[in-house]
């Protein structure tokens, strides 16, 4: 059974704070996936790295996927209100013969004007 | 293209009832996944199809369970003898052959009373 974990689950900030939300699997991932979800809705694809040691930046959000590709990290900069939310980290697991993402449970961040 | 969409977006039900749901993946996409998520968890993988093919399925999914992308465009989701445990959101995703990068749709929540 592949495991993945999320840390830290909660989170509350001040607006204009950094933050780090990891994501960690004792096996190696083929790809990564973050994503977005507001309660009620469906989760929102934020970036999928793929190459070990690859860094992505999305605006205020740089994504890191670790070189042995079993952990990756995501950072927010300056966070504001509109980044509240959970992020969910879900990798695809190499020789696994399967497309199914394994999630995290998730990390809930407040921002707190 | 507006993305994956799922009907209904709510569903309430007795125990016992059977409930139908449906996915429309995006429109190009081969690959049609479904997954269900319990409240405090990330997503967790029920089943996939390629095509119209059902390749994997998950051991949550019990034999009241039973999925069918008949032509290989939309899918439904059908529980048979519903049970208060049965009781979360269930998401389905698409995604095309490459990149395997897979996007949600708002989901359906049930709820059995």
């Known amino acids: 059974t592949q495991l993945l974990e999320q840390s830290p689950q909660f989170l509350s900030i001040q607006e204009g704070e950094n933050l780090t939300v990891y994501c960690n699997s004792s096996s190696v991932f083929s790809s990564l996936q973050w994503y977005r979800q507001e309660p009620g809705e469906g989760p929102v694809l934020l970036v999928t790295v793929v190459t070990g040691g690859e860094v992505k930046k999305l605006k205020r959000l740089t994504f890191q996927f670790g070189d042995a590709r079993k952990d990756s990290s995501l950072h927010i900069t300056a966070a504001q209100p509109g980044d509240t939310g959970l992020y969910l980290c879900?990798?695809?697991?190499?020789?696994?013969?399967?497309?199914?993402?394994?999630f995290g449970k998730g990390t809930k961040l407040s921002v707190i004007p | 293209d507006t993305g994956v969409s799922q009907n209904p977006r709510h569903k309430i039900t007795k125990r016992g009832q059977n409930v139908t749901f449906r996915c429309d993946p995006i429109s190009e996409h081969n690959r049609l996944y479904w997954y269900r998520q319990t409240l405090g968890q990330g997503p967790e993988f029920l089943t996939y199809f390629q095509n119209e093919a059902q390749l994997e399925k998950s051991r949550l999914l019990s034999d009241r369970f039973s999925a069918e992308r008949p032509k290989g465009s939309f899918s439904t989701l059908e529980i048979q003898r519903t049970e208060q445990g049965d009781s979360a959101m269930y998401l389905c995703?698409?995604?095309?052959?490459?990149?395997?990068?897979?996007?949600f749709g708002p989901g359906t929540r049930l709820t059995v009373l």
């Open positions: 879900a990798g695809a697991y190499s020789g696994a013969g399967s497309y199914q993402l394994t």
């Open positions: 995703a698409s995604s095309p052959s490459t990149p395997d990068t897979q996007y």
